[in-house]
Nanobody, 127 residues
Framework: QVQLVESGGGLVQAGGSLRLSCAASARTFDYYAVGWFRQAPGKERDFVAAVGWSTTSTRYADSVKGRFTISRDSAKNTVYLQMNNLLIEDTAVYYC????????????????????WGQGTQVTVSS
C-alpha cells in the first residue's frame, strides 16, 4: 500500500507560479510512475503530467507544455510539479497518483492505470 500526500496548492494571480509536491510513503517509490491529474468543478478529471522511473521519461498534456515541469527527488520520495505562467483555467483540485512501472516505460496518461491516489490540493488562479 502506498500513501500519497499532495501539498503546495494555494491562491495565486494569473502569470504566477506554484510548486506542488507529492510525498510517498513507499520506500520503493522509485519503481513507480507518478502522474498529476486535475479536476475543475463540474468537469472531468484531466491528465496533467507524468514521470516514469527516470526524470527523463515524462509526458505532458498539451495545455501545460512549456509551462509545467514534473520532476522527482528519490532521496525525498517526492515528485514535484512546477507550474509557471499559471492561467485562470488551471484552477482545479490537483491529484497525484502512483502506479508500479518498469524502467524505460513511458508513464501512463490514463487515470485508470494508476492504483494509488492522494487526497488532492486546491489550486486557484485569480485574474
Amino acid at each position: 500500500q502506498v500513501q500519497l500526500v499532495e501539498s503546495g496548492g494555494g491562491l495565486v494571480q494569473a502569470g504566477g507560479s506554484l510548486r506542488l509536491s507529492c510525498a510517498a510513503s513507499a520506500r520503493t517509490f522509485d519503481y513507480y510512475a507518478v502522474g498529476w491529474f486535475r479536476q475543475a468543478p463540474g468537469k472531468e478529471r484531466d491528465f496533467v503530467a507524468a514521470v516514469g522511473w527516470s526524470t527523463t521519461s515524462t509526458r505532458y498534456a498539451d495545455s501545460v507544455k512549456g509551462r509545467f515541469t514534473i520532476s522527482r527527488d528519490s532521496a525525498k520520495n517526492t515528485v514535484y510539479l512546477q507550474m509557471n505562467n499559471l492561467l485562470i483555467e488551471d484552477t482545479a483540485v490537483y491529484y497525484c497518483a502512483g502506479a508500479r512501472s518498469l524502467p524505460g516505460v513511458l508513464p501512463p496518461a490514463q487515470g485508470g492505470s494508476y492504483d494509488y491516489w492522494g487526497q488532492g490540493t486546491q489550486v486557484t488562479v485569480s485574474s
